[in-house]
């Protein structure tokens, strides 16, 4: 299960919509093990798509090292769909079998195909798409 504060969960949402019109992307840090969020990193869609995403190399290494020096690691990836429901496309899980080969990342998509945004999470591994729950935490703002 994900865990997530709502400040967080409030967060992922806002940059999904502040990214159209193509799909947005970020890191997702926690402790090492863990699938508490505990800080969010918008990053920039290197490949300024509305169908795919891409993250900036040189933004990732920066949030590497800071993560790294925060004793914290990255535990997932959150990018959004801007057309479609948030269920991880063919692109989506080449791109874990390439990034996550031990499947212990979270996938979280945000959906933008409805007025009202949703989030939803994932693990994949060898290709099986499996969905986590979400458990969103703490007071709205």
Known sequence: MLELPRALHEEMIGHAVRGL???ACGLIVGMFGSDRV???FPMRNAAESSRIYELD???MMA???EVDEGGLA???????HTHTIN??????????ARFDPFGSWQFV???LKDP?????????LDGEITEQSVRVVGTGS
């Open 109 to 111: 998509i945000v959906s």
């Open 74 to 80: 990255i535990i997932g990836v959150m990018h959004s």
């Open 63 to 65: 949030v590497e090292r």
């Open 21 to 23: 019109p193509n799909e």
């Open 57 to 59: 190399s040189h933004e």
């Open 87 to 96: 269920y991880p496309s063919p692109t989506d899980v080449a791109d874990a």
């Open 116 to 124: 009202d945004p949703s989030l939803r999470s994932y693990r994949i």
């Open 38 to 40: 505990e800080r969010f």
